[in-house]
């Protein structure tokens, strides 16, 4: 397509939600588009000259490339090629993330992510896409390597003490991944590598351990009933509270009360 003075238009590319993950080799021209969704390209064979907003460059087996949303790009391939695409909405990375991508759109390809293109390019074989099962265990592992760098920063350190003083304020909200996420401001994937590593557990795990502790503070200070602190400190129920407590500290809540009441 071009426009009335003669200069091509990109064209913007639907995302193809059910096909996360597939193989793709490229000919010697390309035209520019763009898409809606994040996009990474990873070397598996051969090379390919890659423009992204008006930055050139060359993907080969130790550099890919981070496309962003709505980045205009065209490819031209060099010889045979083999690369994995990745497509993937954007709310899976995080924030610093996606704006060093847009910055600096060119990344180094490390070993840990070599080894599971490796793995993936023999187990598929010569076919073109990844099975969804597959592309599901993969994505959030190829996210994780290429993006654990960004995700130390101190912006990410600041989100996660603004999630985790939230969520102790009010730990008996809904407090689903998603928007545990969007509280921080990183992805799904940062979000579990950040907590692992400043906490010890996952984001489920902590958040479960607010709403114990703050249920064990209503035990010890409030004459509220079982059933009613177990429904402000977000458990479904008082069996699952019980559960829980259980769990944790090898103590029913009501067993719980009582030492406070000798």
Request: charged residues 20%.
């Amino acid at each position: 397509m071009t426009a009335a003075g003669g200069q091509p238009v990109p064209v913007r590319m639907p995302m193809q939600c059910d096909e996360a993950l597939s193989f793709r080799s490229y000919g010697p021209a390309g035209h520019s588009h763009s898409h809606d969704h994040l996009q990474l390209v990873l070397p598996l064979h051969g090379a390919l000259e890659l423009e992204i907003d008006g930055r050139g460059g060359r993907l080969d087996a130790l550099r890919g490339a981070v496309i962003v949303p709505g980045a205009v790009h065209a490819q031209a391939g060099n010889g045979q090629n083999r690369f994995l695409i990745v497509d993937c909405d954007s709310a899976m990375v995080g924030r610093s993330q996606l704006d060093h991508g847009r910055t600096r759109p060119f990344l180094a390809v490390s070993t840990a992510v070599r080894s599971l293109l490796g793995f993936v390019d023999m187990s598929v074989g010569t076919g073109d896409s990844v099975a969804p099962a597959v592309a599901r265990h993969l994505l959030p592992l190829l996210l994780d390597s290429l993006f654990a760098e960004p995700a130390r920063s101190a912006g990410d350190s600041v989100g996660l003490r603004r999630l985790c003083e939230q969520i102790r304020a009010a730990p008996g909200q809904d407090w689903p991944l998603a928007r545990m996420a969007q509280v921080a401001g990183m992805g799904l994937t940062s979000l579990h590598a950040v907590f692992k590593r400043q906490h010890g557990v996952t984001p489920g795990h902590w958040l479960q351990q607010q709403r114990l502790q703050w249920a064990q503070r209503q035990l010890a200070e409030s004459g509220q009933s079982l059933a009613h602190i177990a429904q402000q400190a977000g458990f479904s129920d008082q069996s699952a509270f019980t559960r829980a407590m259980r769990r944790a500290h090898g103590i029913t809540p009501g067993r719980y009360r009582r030492g406070f009441d000798a």
